[in-house]
């Protein structure tokens, strides 16, 4: 197998972590996560890096779930081996063999590890973006509007990070007051980033044939 792993740069994290516990090491390139926010936009970049990727590439090992449509019908000449998951939210809260495409609860906004990338994106970020776009009123009705249905906001402990940490928490407890939401932790991993570089691709991962087409039904029903 001659193999890349094609990565969200949220997912950076965790892969040195998996990659360290088992002691290997792939080629990994990363799409930026900021195009998370149009899964058009990430979906043009998945194509684009899938297909500059060298001939001599069989197996490309994907670090990302379907993310919102960015998988949809993408085009790639390798097999691709791809976790069975909605989101990289999922794949955190994963902790045994049992497949799930879906295990976040509803209400509940959930926290993984913080990068300097993270401010845009972060709770903070959004209401501040919102302010300097809409004013502080118009803002604020639509900050309040988009979060309204967030009782909880969950740490993810994956062990991959240090979540208890004064600052973390500070940051986390921040984000749960601007929403009024509670603050808890819930029991994650990496447990599917370490079985994708392993090679244990049992029920929770689809291994895509080269050129079949990918889609919602083959994602979610197969």
């Known amino acids: ?17 998996a990659g360290k516990k088992l002691n290997l090491a792939y080629p990994v390139i990363y ?3 900021s195009l998370h926010a149009e899964p058009e936009k990430m979906k043009e970049r998945l194509e684009q890096l899938l297909a500059e990727l060298d001939e ?6 994907v670090a990302m779930g379907y993310c919102g449509g960015s998988w949809e ?19 955190f ?35 501040r973006n919102l302010f300097e776009e809409y004013g502080e009123y ?26 208890y940490s004064e600052e973390f928490v500070a940051y986390a407890q921040e984000s749960a007051d601007l929403i009024f939401a509670r603050l808890n932790y819930v029991e ?5 980033l370490e079985k994708l570089l392993r090679g244990d691709w049992d029920d929770q991962f689809l291994v895509i044939p080269a050129d079949k087409e990918i889609t919602w039904s083959v994602f979610f029903e197969s």
């Open 1 to 17: 197998m001659n193999a890349v792993i094609l990565a969200c740069s949220s997912m950076k994290t965790y892969l040195e972590n």
């Open 31 to 33: 799409a930026d996560r």
């Open 56 to 61: 001599d590439i069989d197996t490309v090992l």
């Open 73 to 91: 019908k993408v085009p790639h000449r390798q097999r691709l081996v791809i976790p069975k998951v909605d989101d990289c939210i999922t794949m």
């Open 93 to 127: 809260l994963h902790t045994d063999d049992m497949p799930a495409v879906n295990k976040k609860e509803t209400g509940h906004m959930y926290i993984c590890d913080k990068t300097s990338e993270d401010d845009h994106f972060s709770i903070p970020g959004i209401r």
């Open 138 to 163: 118009n803002g604020d009705m639509m900050f309040k509007s988009w979060f309204a249905p967030y009782k909880d906001v969950d740490i993810i402990d994956t062990g991959c990070y240090d979540c």
């Open 188 to 192: 994650g991993s990496n447990i599917i």
